[in-house]
């Protein structure tokens, strides 16, 4: 099992709806990620917080919104999104960004459907 | 920026040995992860390599060469349950050592 736990695994939303994915990890690592992934293609880096701090935001649409209420806690908020943003958004954690041996730890996902 | 290549796909039988190889092109190489994903679950790490040479975890080993912007990833005594996605990402310092993905290599193993 992942120690990285996101709810909820499954999440269909029409266009006009407003959604919230959540991640939580106990590990103490100070620094979360937020992934999509497509069917078949490796995950894309959307945002990077350290020490709960937004450190990266990798051009994403302003319609993702993502928010580090504590170090344990990622939320990733949508807001009109399209149907091509249906994915698998995965969050991972590390304990220190940048940390070269550092390996990504990540959840198991969730799998949004836009319709 | 950097490029990271991999086999799209690889098929191979129950009981064999399968090597899945990955090849990049970076500046400022500062290591080199292999990742397993079964479909729709999480990326669950398997092995790290920074310098050069073989790093063995049971029936996986991981091979690695900078002089070759080279790694190789080896599994042995194959299951069915190895049927998965591997992942090759690489780190470059000039990227503020973010973690750069591979397309992925779809192995399919067959009774």
């Known amino acids: 099992d992942t120690e990285v736990t996101q709810t909820p695994k499954h999440l269909v939303m029409g266009m006009t709806n407003k959604k919230s994915l959540k991640c939580e990890q106990h590990m103490g690592h100070r620094a979360m990620y937020w992934y999509k992934q497509k069917a078949k293609k490796p995950p894309e880096l959307m945002f990077v917080y350290s020490y709960e701090k937004l450190s990266i935001n990798e051009s994403v649409p302003s319609r993702f919104s993502p928010e580090c209420p504590n170090s344990s806690l990622l939320n990733l908020h949508l807001h009109a999104l399209q149907p091509e943003d249906s994915a698998l958004y995965l969050c991972a954690s590390s304990p220190i960004f940048r940390q070269v041996n550092s390996p990504l730890h990540f959840g198991n996902g969730t799998r949004l459907t836009v319709t | 920026g950097q490029n990271i290549d991999q086999p799209t796909e690889m098929t191979a039988t129950e009981g064999a040995i399968v090597q899945i190889n990955c090849t990049y092109q970076?500046?400022?190489?500062?290591?080199l992860f292999w990742y397993q994903q079964h479909a729709g679950e999480a990326p669950t790490f398997l092995s790290y390599?920074?310098?050069?040479g073989l790093e063995e975890k049971g029936r996986f080993s991981s091979f690695l060469s900078r002089s070759k912007g080279y790694s190789y990833l080896l599994l042995k005594e194959l299951q069915m349950k190895d049927s998965a996605s591997y992942l090759c990402?690489?780190?470059?310092?000039?990227?503020?050592?973010?973690?750069?993905f591979g397309g992925g290599t779809r192995l399919m193993v067959k009774p």
């Open positions: 390599n920074v310098l050069d």
């Open positions: 970076t500046s400022g190489f500062n290591g």
């Open positions: 990402a690489v780190r470059e310092n000039n990227a503020g050592n973010m973690l750069t």
